[in-house]
């Protein structure tokens, strides 16, 4: 079992920067691949980008890439989304999933098996 607690989330405005923080309790945290999806009010949950165990590859969606980075730091069990030019249509609540799975990282939600409760970012024009 993995317990996933993310922090971060704030209002903030068109073009400001933001930094997500996802924290995992598994001892075994260097085995997952990491993910962040988000859902907007009356949408289905999406994806945003994904990272390796090793750190080693990365994948984003089309509608974030060139302004969000994912990074991990396996010391501290810690996955971070870096959101810059951030947009009013970045407002999401944004969670992290943890997938015990192998092979290419995955945009699918259902390839996860953990999810965190998920942190609100507001951004305003």
């Known amino acids: 079992q993995v317990q996933l607690v993310e922090s971060g989330g704030a209002l903030v405005q068109a073009g400001d920067s933001l930094r997500l923080s996802c924290a995992a309790s598994?001892?075994?945290?260097?085995?997952?691949?990491m993910g962040w999806f988000r859902q907007a009010p009356g949408k289905e949950r999406e994806f945003a980008a994904a990272?390796?165990?090793?750190?080693?590859?990365?994948l984003y969606a089309d509608s974030v890439k060139g302004r969000f980075t994912i990074s991990r730091d396996n010391a501290k069990n810690t996955v971070y989304l870096q959101m810059n030019s951030l947009k009013p249509e970045d407002t999401a609540v944004y969670h992290c999933a943890a997938d015990a799975g192998f092979g290419s990282l995955s945009r699918i939600s259902t390839a996860y098996d953990y999810w965190g409760q998920g942190t609100q970012v507001t951004v305003s024009s």
């Open positions: 598994a001892r075994t945290f260097t085995y997952y691949r």
């Open positions: 990272i390796g165990a090793s750190a080693d590859n990365t």
